[in-house]
């Protein structure tokens, strides 16, 4: 069974910062894409950032102040987001594109990391 783990979420006041941590774990043969989302309370999930095969994608609101990045020997995937905001309050989620053992791409997502920016 592939799954991923988010960790790293909490709450921190506004201009902090934090970082996030996507894990993969299980039969996995190769990554290919991973990204972050985040939802809002009564909001839409949204696309924060991507990256594949190191080229890097982010939402217009987060540029400049988070980094994407991975790490393919850990199959680990990382969010370092600064001079965070209230409205970014959000459960963050970890997606990735995997092929585990079966052969077969797999959209995979995490159960989410709660973030709370509020002083």
């Known amino acids: 069974q592939v799954q991923l783990v988010e960790s790293g979420g909490g709450s921190v006041q506004p201009g902090g910062s934090l970082r996030l941590t996507c894990a993969a774990s299980?039969?996995?043969?190769?990554?290919?894409?991973m990204g972050w989302y985040r939802q809002a309370p009564g909001k839409q999930r949204e696309l924060v950032a991507t990256?594949?095969?190191?080229?890097?994608n982010y939402a217009g609101d987060v540029k400049g102040r988070f980094t994407i990045s991975r790490d393919n020997a850990k199959k680990t995937g990382y969010l370092q987001m600064n001079s965070l905001k209230p409205e970014e309050t959000a459960v963050y989620y970890c997606?990735?594109?995997?092929?585990?053992?079966?052969?077969?791409?797999?959209?995979?997502w995490g159960q989410g990391t709660l973030v709370t920016v509020s002083s």
């Open positions: 997606n990735a594109r995997i092929m585990p053992t079966t052969g077969w791409y797999l959209e995979v």
């Open positions: 990256i594949t095969s190191g080229i890097t």
């Open positions: 299980g039969s996995i043969v190769a990554i290919d894409a």
